[in-house]
C-alpha cells in the first residue's frame, strides 16, 4: 500500500523558517521524482518544487527559489522541503507527490501518480 505522509507544517509568522518532510512507503522511492506542490484558500493547487531520484536535479518556482530548498534521502525514503523567508503569500497546505521517472514534466500535476493528504502551513503575524 503505497502511503506518502506529510509533517512539519504550522504557524510561522512572515519571515520565519519551516522544515517540511514526507515519509514514503509502498513503492520504489529511489525511483521516483519527488515534488511538493501547494493550494491555498480559494486557488488551484500549485507546483513548488520537485528533485529527481539522484537528488541532483531539482526544479522550483519562480516565487520560491532562493527561499525554499527540496532535499531527499533515499536511504530513508524521504524528501523534505526547507522553506525560510516565508511570506503569507506562501500560506497554503502542502502535498508531498512522486512520479514515475521520466515520464512527464516535473511541474505538471497529473504526471504525479501518488499524494499525500497534506500538511497546513499558515503565515500569519
Known amino acids: 500500500q503505497v502511503q506518502l505522509v506529510e509533517s512539519g507544517g504550522g504557524l510561522v509568522q512572515p519571515g520565519g523558517s519551516l522544515r517540511l518532510s514526507c515519509s514514503a512507503s509502498g513503492f520504489t522511492f529511489s525511483s521516483y521524482t519527488m515534488g511538493w506542490f501547494r493550494q491555498a484558500p480559494g486557488k488551484e493547487r500549485e507546483f513548488v518544487a520537485a528533485?529527481?531520484?539522484?537528488?541532483?536535479?531539482?526544479v522550483y518556482t519562480d516565487s520560491v527559489k532562493g527561499r525554499f530548498t527540496i532535499s531527499r534521502d533515499n536511504a530513508k525514503n524521504t524528501v523534505s522541503l526547507q522553506m525560510i523567508s516565508l511570506k503569507p503569500e506562501d500560506m497554503a497546505v502542502y502535498y508531498c507527490a512522486a512520479k514515475r521517472m521520466w515520464v512527464g514534466a516535473p511541474q505538471a500535476e497529473t504526471a504525479y501518480d501518488y499524494w499525500g493528504q497534506g500538511t497546513q502551513v499558515t503565515v500569519s503575524s
Open positions: 528533485i529527481e531520484w539522484n537528488g541532483i536535479v531539482t
